[in-house]
């Protein structure tokens, strides 16, 4: 009987890379006129708050705190998601200053104003792959991101 071998995929390309040290980063852009980060990364090289054509990509440190967060009890509408509900999604103030949306590892409990770091786990299953996202848990957390 052949094996399938089990691949893990990005829920989106381009969000996150990881680095030989085996940390993941998230993947953003800043204008190199007027100094204005993105997350995600613009894949149009072109700044929203200057209007000029100077960005690079740069890498987040994937640490920060929760600004804000909120129980989801229902799948929302519109057949796009398909991770587990019910689920915590909030707002990380990451280290250099961007705020984001995201899913938040709550257990242990997180609350506002508390240190996170990012993890890479998976959110679902889709034929033979793992479908992988980034989330938040505390920063003392022993939960381990996948990869």
Known sequence: MMKIERKAIPVMEGLWKVEADGKPYLIGSRCEACGEVFFPRKKLNFCMQCHEEYLEE?????EG????????????????YKGAV?????????????????QLVD?????????????????????NNDVMTF????????VRGEG
């Open 65 to 80: 705190r929760v600004l804000a967060l909120t129980k989801v009890e229902r799948q929302p509408a519109g057949g796009f």
């Open 107 to 127: 257990d242990p409990v997180l609350s506002v104003g508390e240190r996170v770091k990012m993890v890479v786990v998976k959110l679902y299953e889709e034929e």
């Open 135 to 142: 989330k938040f848990t505390a920063e003392n957390s022993l």
């Open 58 to 62: 740069i890498q987040f440190s994937g």
């Open 86 to 102: 019910p689920y915590t999604y909030g707002i990380v103030q990451l280290d250099e200053g961007v705020n984001i949306c995201s």
